[in-house]
Nanobody, 117 residues
Framework: QVQLVESGGGLVQPGGSLRLSCAASGINIDQMIMQWYRQSPGKERELVANIFPEGGTNYVPAVKGRFTISRDNAKNTIYLQMKSLKSEDTAVYYC???????????WGQGIQVTVSS
């Protein structure tokens, strides 16, 4: 059974930093496309960043240069380092694991990130 558990969210002031973690079990993250999504109230869930089995990464323009996705295969955990946070980054952040060939996927429960003074 696949389980993804996010942690590291919370309240931060504009300009601050947070690091989200997504600990996986039941899969090997280096064999999956691991993705971070976010969803703000009244908006659709949007892809923020992903990391492919070979290590390639992608970011949406809104976060490029501020967010970094990475993984620790030994810990079977992916991270989202977020810097220079803005109020518009406020959202529930979700971790997703997607099989690169079958497209079967699993989601974490989500974690709140609030950027506010």
């Amino acid at each position: 059974q696949v389980q993804l558990v996010e942690s590291g969210g919370g309240l931060v002031q504009p300009g601050g930093s947070l690091r989200l973690s997504c600990a996986a079990s039941g899969i090997n993250i280096d064999q999956m496309i691991m993705q971070w999504y976010r969803q703000s109230p009244g908006k659709e869930r949007e892809l923020v960043a992903n990391i492919f089995p070979e290590g390639g990464t992608n970011y949406v323009p809104a976060v490029k240069g501020r967010f970094t996705i990475s993984r620790d295969n030994a810990k079977n955990t992916i991270y989202l380092q977020m810097k220079s946070l803005k109020s518009e980054d406020t959202a529930v952040y979700y971790c997703e694991a997607r099989h690169p060939f079958t497209a079967s996927n699993s989601w974490g429960q989500g974690i709140q990130v609030t950027v506010s003074s």
